[in-house]
């Protein structure tokens, strides 16, 4: 079995079984692999993504944030409260003493396991299931999985290489809570983000090139959003950067407009948070000298049962998939470990409904097709909406702004897409990708079963029976 410490005698080191990341690519070998000479081979922090840049430390910070918003938000309902002071400090360290040593342990385990050898070190490919680690050590497998995520887009403006930017990587880990903050992006990670430090006490400054955030979604949840963010941060839309410049220790941002390049003045920041988005980290892998092949946005080709081109090579998770999120690369890590395990008897993995969750404020969850996707497709559909405020629980939280949205087929009555804004939209949906997945009719979902009285969930009820 393979030895837990790794030496750069600069001999070809053969393994079965070569997995390249260790984000959802880590939970593919268990103990029905014990009989193989597994390599893990990460040159990063144990997790990925998720579990210490993403997902987990984000929404961890969001709830602390969605408290601190709560309290200053009570006086309308009776409730006197205010927040005395934000512990940046004790918020930071309370998220990522219980995110590190998860982990540390996780490396631990597999480097205490007598068939894994763990490499710490960055790795790129030099042939078909062939690799080079960083110190020279050569490595190839019978088998190798591609799990290797992204990493953080850094626009091309001149200056910001010089100044202290952050990305996601980094911000959340910062020694003091800003005075202020300039987000540069109008995805997801920009509107999660924004949210936290403006709710922590930050002044926010967002800066998006197009004309509304989050345009990935559906148009009326992106309007609704966009008029939201304004009313609570400094946003400027259709809006690029020039140049940044360090003026005393504080960057400075010139602006012009996005379309016509008109001066749009400059905006002074503490901190700079660069939020524009991800890309794969296939080059860095070298994979073309492998065979593996990539589409023009730098995500490996894989088919429905997550096969390169190259046999003998998988690939899954962001480095691939047209979805950055961690439920997507989960099921694809499934797949795969199904399809080692069993290649008589593959399987493939099911991308129909994929849904997501932006944690913001409001909510944002979407799964499905938007409107303007059905339009540009010439596919009928039927529209149904409902308001938060015209539901008894939402009427309680006088809430004014939220709304759930449900496109279905005029004839079969299925659902083609849902969107929703407001108060745990992200838990709010999940009946609707169920509904989706199972083949279950908007009237049937509507009426066929009891729906509890009052909560939030009959926002959906109500906008699939005024589907019209």
């Not at 109008?186 to 430090?197: K, L, N, R």
């Not at 509304?212 to 839309?237: H, P």
């Not at 894989?302 to 979805?323: E, N």
């Amino acid at each position: 079995m393979a030895s837990k410490s790794v030496g750069h005698d600069r001999q070809m080191r053969h393994h079965d079984l070569l997995i390249v990341g260790t984000g959802s690519g880590n939970s593919i070998v268990d103990d029905r692999f014990s009989h193989l000479d597994v390599a893990i081979v990460e040159q990063g922090t144990f997790g990925g993504t998720c579990l210490n840049v993403g997902c987990i430390p984000t929404k961890m910070f969001v709830h602390t944030a969605d408290l601190a918003s709560a309290t200053r938000g009570s006086a309308r309902f009776g409730v006197d409260a205010h927040v005395d002071k934000v512990r940046w400090i004790d918020i930071r360290d309370r998220i990522f003493g219980r995110i590190d040593p998860i982990s540390a342990a996780g490396a631990s385990y597999r480097r205490e396991s007598n068939h894994v050898t763990v490499y710490d070190e960055h790795a790129r490919f030099t042939g078909a299931r062939r690799l080079v680690l960083a110190g020279g050590q050569e490595l190839e497998a019978d088998r190798i999985v591609i799990a290797a995520g992204s990493r953080a887009v850094i626009p091309d403006v001149p200056g910001l290489a010089e100044t202290a930017f952050h990305t996601s990587d980094t911000v959340m880990r910062i020694d003091a809570l800003p005075a202020s903050i300039v987000v540069l992006g109008g995805g997801v990670i920009a509107a999660e983000m924004a949210h936290v430090f403006s709710a922590l006490g930050t002044r926010v400054t967002v800066i998006a090139r197009s004309p509304r955030l989050l345009m990935a979604e559906d148009r009326d949840v992106s309007e609704r959003f966009t008029d939201l963010a304004g009313r609570r941060w400094d946003l400027r839309v259709s809006t690029q950067v020039l140049k940044v410049e360090d003026v005393g220790g504080t960057s400075r941002l010139h602006l012009a407009s996005a379309e016509d390049h008109t001066d749009r003045g400059s905006v002074d920041t503490e901190v700079v948070l660069v939020a524009t988005g991800r890309v794969p980290n296939a080059d860095r892998l070298e994979v073309a000298a492998s065979g593996v092949t990539t589409h023009s946005d730098g995500r490996v080709i894989v088919d429905a049962q997550q096969r390169t081109v190259v046999p003998g090579i998988w690939a899954l998770g962001d480095v691939s998939s047209l979805y950055q999120l961690k439920h997507v690369a989960n099921h694809e890590a499934r797949v795969v470990q199904h399809n080692l395990l069993h290649p008589e008897s593959p399987i493939m993995s099911d991308h129909r409904y994929v849904p997501h969750a932006i944690f913001t404020s409001p909510q944002i969850a979407a799964v499905g097709s938007t409107e303007a996707e059905l339009l540009s497709s010439g596919t009928a559909y039927l529209t149904g909406m409902e308001g938060y405020g015209s539901i008894a629980y939402g009427w309680a939280m006088e809430d004014t702004t939220g709304f759930a949205k449900v496109l279905a087929d005029p004839a079969s009555g299925l659902l083609l897409g849902a969107h929703i804004i407001g108060p745990q939209a992200s838990s709010v949906i999940q009946p609707l990708i169920q509904a989706m997945h199972f083949g279950l009719p908007a009237l049937e979902m509507a009426r066929g079963q009891y729906w509890i009285h009052p909560a939030m969930p009959e926002v959906v009820e109500n906008a699939l029976l005024n589907l019209a």
